[in-house]
């Protein structure tokens, strides 16, 4: 795959691709692989990854980024327990990524953001549940009536449905399939590596369901021997 020298990358994602790690209640940043990218390339790189962002709005990031026309993107597929809490039905109409709450990652967004939909796994809304009846509603029809298959289904068409949009551009990409929602496919685009093993071989202290920064920096060396610049 050729990438042109000095490209400017978009990165998209979830806390996978940010560089996070969840201590309890608090969090801290990490350095993620798309710094190590930036400082093994000459790209210049622009993360957009949501913490605790779903497989949907990840697809949403990547609609945002193909309209910014980037010399390459990389993203990753998350886990399938993630799902959206919408505070506000009334104001939501075309659904951007401009829809989205940021407020998590703490850091400023290239783009202006109404917090309205908030994207959050299972396991934070079982954290929040006890003594909030907002989530303990949430979590309750979760158990209920989502069907674990049928949603990993819906994930992988909305990754399908975003390299779709990435492919009308002739736009590089790289997809990180940590959640092997894309093992049908065989592609040199696609680096197949799940989250667990992940966890597994490059643990983080206190916090079981990310990895260090060694982990990234291994994911950033598998992006760099994908690519070929081209001047």
Known sequence: MYVVSN????????????????IGDSFKKIKSYSE???????????NISL????????????EWAVLQNPGFIVFNTT????????????QLSDITINNFD???????????????????????????????????KILDYHVNYTCDSIKKDYDRM?????????????????????AGLMNLETSDNI????????TRNYPLKDDPMHFNEDGHLYISDQILSRLHTSL
């Open 191 to 198: 680096i197949n590596i799940h989250y667990t093993d992940m």
């Open 102 to 136: 940021y407020i998590i990652n703490e850091s400023p967004t290239v783009f202006p953001t109404s917090n309205q939909i908030r994207s959050i796994s299972i396991r934070r809304i079982i954290q929040k549940s006890t003594g909030n009846n907002d989530y303990k």
């Open 51 to 62: 913490v605790g962002g779903s497989n949907y709005s990840i697809a949403k990031q990547i």
């Open 36 to 46: 190590f990218l930036s400082e093994k390339s000459d790209f210049n790189h622009q």
């Open 158 to 178: 909305y990754i399908l449905y975003a390299i779709s949009l990435i492919a009308k551009k002739n736009i590089p990409y790289i997809c990180i399939d940590l």
């Open 79 to 90: 886990t399938t327990n993630r799902h959206e809490y919408v505070r506000d039905f009334n």
């Open 7 to 22: 490209a400017n990358v978009i990165i998209c994602g979830c806390s996978f691709s940010f560089g996070f790690a969840s």
